[in-house]
Every structure is written in structure tokens, then in C-alpha cells.
């Protein structure tokens, strides 16, 4: 098997909303997800992100074990809401410097920052200016990427645009973008997404000409639920719409005519002038960064699976078009205690797909095991079920490698535990444990667990011993 590349960028991952906490500290502005939590669509009896793993606090310490873990690389989010105070641009200094700090803390152990530049948190003042809905949107982001590029870029090598572009125009309501779900509204966000992604390339190949920057969906293949033709029909168009979109859109600076036509089809006026594929056209990336957690199975709805399928929110499921496809289960995979399907030769088949249709370098910048763990008694976490989980994933990730794609760092999801998107502190990501519950905030305490130490040996052997 290929081994892993020299300067392979084994790292970790985390965002700024759901580790920082501290929410009305260093001049922040409120973001949709401050109060999100205190929705009453927000399920009960699980914390929000007010308080989170008070990261903005403690982020010395953070950064010393993760150093002391190895890591080469740290993928962040800055806060959107922490840099940038009002409608009209005004920069606060005080984040400014925050992640200065934080970035040169990073570089003192050499471990390689890499930011994203927007992970789910939209400033209010963006949203009363129509949010996502709104071409001001593009305005808006242009302007914020403009002042993270200028601040910041002497030190950053690798850029990520948008977090999970496709999850947050496909589960849009979940993420308060939207109201409630509408395939037309959705397909306006995705295209002023698209236009904001394109703004922020463009601006960081004038600002940073030697930096790389990517975009970071959420890709996964779908597999057709049975060998029926109608079944590879929908998967074909749940791929469509799951994926390849938002990185076409991203990598050939354009739609495909069959989702125009799909639009058209559904009575959508999907309207993209030149000016726009003008933009889209020179904001093209110079790699791919994806998260992967899971694959999905994509059938064509029949009245008796529609009528099923009322399942509870969750960011992998839940589309349903009728005519068009709807998703499955997969019978033959295992799945976490969250529900989430476990699929490690998914994750070797999605990076050969993504790099087999664009041909740039892959990044992966999240993929992990969400899990309720134990402080033990010894005071320790034993968290086999994680290890397991990496080395099936790692050791697949060595088989693209072997295969021939061209990947250039693993940073699992997360470096320490953070509040989940709607799980609350209970569903634990992270190689560090944070001693918190879900509404006491006990000592906050930061604590090795197994994958940790598991974790840093791989490191250490660059991925020989999997
Ligand atoms: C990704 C997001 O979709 O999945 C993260 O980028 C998120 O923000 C992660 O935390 C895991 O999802 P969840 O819902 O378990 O927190």
C-alpha cells in the first residue's frame, strides 16, 4: 500500500461556535447562533453554544496538548461575529487580535493553521440585511473575507471558504437560515452562497497570491438502494443535488444543464445572469477540501416510503422529492449510538469520486465518531470505539492513497470536545475531553483521552502502523 506523503498534514478540527463559548466577550456581536439554542425548534434538555468549551478562555492550554498530541495542522473557523461589528464593515480590533494570537501560538509549535472562514455563524446585523436570501449576502462576505485576508494572510497557507455549503442550503431551516424548508428559497441561497464562495477566491488570489484556498461541503457517495433503474435514477439525481452541484458550481464555474433543468422542472426560476458565471468562473479553488462522516442510499420515493419516512431532524437525512429521490437505509452498515451510518470503504469511494471528476488535490477536513464518553473512574476516557473507527477510515484513506488520489491532510473532527450542531456537550467528538455537562459547567477541565495517545503515536509513525 502507498504510504502517506512526507509533509501529510495530520491535524484536527473544530469550529468557532461551538468551542469558544465566552459569547458576549472581546466585542462579539450576537450571530444566529447565540440564540439558536434558545429556540423553541431547538431540541430541550441540551445545552447551546452559549458557554461551549469556553475555548476563547482556555485556548493556550488547547493549543499546548494539541501540540503535545503531534498535530501538524489545526483546521478553525474564525467568528464571522468577532471580526466584523456592523452592517458597514467596522473591523473590532479586539478579534482581530485575538486570532492573531491564537494563529501565532499555532505557528510557535509549527503546526499549520488552516481557517475556515465561515462556519454557520451569520452575524445578526447580515441577517436583518436579508440574510442568506439576499445577494447583500455576497456584499457582506466579500467585505469580511477582504479584512480576514488582509489581516491575517502573511501567516496562512490554506484557506476554506464556507463550511458545509450544501448542508446549510439542504438543511436550512435546521441552521435558522431559512424559516422552513422550500426547494425555491433553497435555491437561492445555494446560488448566493455560490457568488460569496466565488467573491472570497477571487479577493484571496489578489490579497494572497501564494495561499491555497478550497471549499469545504460535506460530500458522501449515494448508493442506489437496489439494482432497479429507478432506483439509479434517483441516485443520480440525489448525487446531483447532495454534491456535485455546489462543487461544480465551485470547480467549473458553472450548473450543469441537468439541474437547470431539474430547477426549471420545478417550476423554479432559477436565474444565474452572466455577470454571475462571469464570477463564478474566476473563483475557482486550488484544492478540495470535503467532510465525511457518512455515505447515503437514495431510492425513488413511492407513496408508501414517503408516508415512513418521519424520522427526526437530522443533518444526513430527510430529503424527499417526490419523482425525484428520496433517502434510504442502508442495511448493510453498522451505525454509531447516534444513529449515523458507519461507513469506512465510503469514505476510500467518495475521495476516489471527488478526485477522479475535478483532478485537484483533496483535503479532508472533518470526519469522525460522535459518542457519549465516560470519564472513568481512573479518570480516564477509554474511547476503543473512536481508535476503531480511525483505523478502519485511516486505513481506507491509505487505499485511495494506493489508488492514486492526491491528498493532502486528515483533520478528523474534533480536536476537543465541543457542543454538537443539535446534540448538545453529550455527543463528544474530540480527542481532548472537556469536564462539562450538558448545564454544568463543573471545572471545565481538559483531559487526554485513549484516541489521544493513539492518535499521537500514528502521528509520530506518519501512518506506517495502520
Ligand atoms: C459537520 C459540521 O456537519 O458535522 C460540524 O461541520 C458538526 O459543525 C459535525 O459538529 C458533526 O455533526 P453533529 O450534528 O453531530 O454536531
Not at 502507498?2 to 491535524?11: I, Q, R, S, V, Y
Not at 503531534?70 to 485575538?98: A, C, H, M, T
Not at 417550476?267 to 462571469?278: A, H, M, Q, S, Y
Request: overall charge negative; aromatic content about 12%; proline content about 4%.
Amino acid at each position: 500500500m502507498n504510504k502517506f506523503p512526507k509533509n501529510f498534514l495530520w491535524g484536527a478540527s473544530t469550529s468557532a461556535y461551538q468551542i469558544e463559548g465566552c459569547v458576549e466577550e472581546g466585542g462579539k456581536v450576537t450571530s444566529t447562533m447565540d440564540l439558536y439554542g434558545d429556540k423553541p425548534s431547538y431540541p430541550k434538555g441540551i445545552t447551546g453554544f452559549k458557554e461551549a468549551s469556553q475555548h476563547y478562555k482556555y485556548w493556550k492550554t488547547d493549543v499546548e496538548m494539541m501540540a503535545k498530541m503531534g498535530l501538524k495542522s489545526y483546521r478553525f473557523s474564525i467568528s464571522w461575529p468577532r471580526i466584523i461589528k456592523d452592517e458597514n464593515g467596522s473591523v473590532n480590533q479586539e478579534g482581530i487580535k485575538y486570532y492573531n494570537d491564537l494563529i501565532d501560538e499555532l505557528l510557535k509549535y509549527k503546526i499549520e493553521p488552516i481557517v475556515t472562514m465561515f462556519h454557520f455563524d451569520i452575524p445578526l446585523f447580515v441577517m436583518k440585511d436579508g440574510g442568506v436570501h439576499s445577494k447583500n449576502f455576497v456584499k457582506h462576505f466579500e467585505l469580511y473575507s477582504e479584512v480576514l485576508l488582509k489581516n491575517f494572510g502573511t501567516k496562512i497557507n490554506y484557506w476554506l471558504t464556507i463550511n458545509e455549503l450544501n448542508i446549510l442550503v439542504m438543511m436550512a431551516d435546521g441552521f435558522e437560515v431559512l424559516e422552513k424548508q422550500d426547494l425555491s428559497k433553497q435555491l437561492k441561497v445555494l446560488h448566493n452562497l455560490n457568488l460569496a464562495q466565488a467573491k472570497a477566491i477571487i479577493k484571496c488570489k489578489e490579497i494572497c497570491p501564494n495561499a491555497k484556498i478550497g471549499p469545504a461541503p460535506n460530500i458522501a457517495t449515494v448508493y442506489s438502494n437496489t439494482c432497479k433503474p429507478e432506483d439509479y435514477t434517483a441516485k443520480l439525481n440525489v448525487e446531483m443535488i447532495r454534491n456535485w452541484v455546489y462543487l461544480d458550481a465551485v470547480c467549473k464555474g458553472k450548473y450543469s444543464n441537468i439541474f437547470i433543468k431539474f430547477a426549471k422542472k420545478m417550476g423554479i426560476d432559477f436565474e444565474v445572469t452572466k455577470d454571475d458565471l462571469d464570477t463564478l468562473s474566476k473563483g475557482k479553488p486550488d484544492f478540495i477540501a470535503f467532510n465525511y462522516y457518512t455515505t447515503m442510499t437514495a431510492q425513488m420515493p413511492t407513496e408508501e416510503s414517503i408516508k415512513e419516512t418521519k424520522e427526526k431532524f437530522d443533518q444526513q437525512k430527510g430529503l424527499v422529492i417526490p419523482g425525484f429521490g428520496m433517502a434510504a437505509k442502508n442495511p448493510n452498515l453498522q451505525k454509531t449510538e447516534f444513529g449515523w451510518e458507519i461507513d469506512p470503504v465510503g469514505f476510500k469511494n467518495t475521495l476516489r469520486e471527488v478526485y477522479d471528476r475535478y483532478g485537484l488535490p483533496v483535503m479532508i477536513t472533518e470526519n469522525g465518531i460522535g459518542a457519549r464518553d465516560e470519564l472513568t473512574n481512573d479518570g480516564k476516557i477509554h474511547d476503543d470505539y473512536r481508535i476503531y473507527y480511525y483505523e478502519q477510515h485511516i486505513r481506507q484513506m491509505a487505499e485511495a492513497i494506493s489508488d492514486g488520489v492526491e491528498i493532502i491532510g486528515y483533520m478528523p473532527w474534533s480536536a476537543i470536545d465541543l457542543v454538537s450542531t443539535h446534540e448538545g456537550i453529550s455527543k463528544r467528538y474530540g480527542f481532548i475531553y472537556v469536564n462539562r455537562d450538558e448545564f454544568d459547567l463543573k471545572d471545565m477541565k481538559r483531559i487526554e483521552k485513549d484516541s489521544y495517545y493513539w492518535y499521537k503515536n500514528l502521528i509520530e509513525v506518519n501512518g506506517e502502523n495502520i
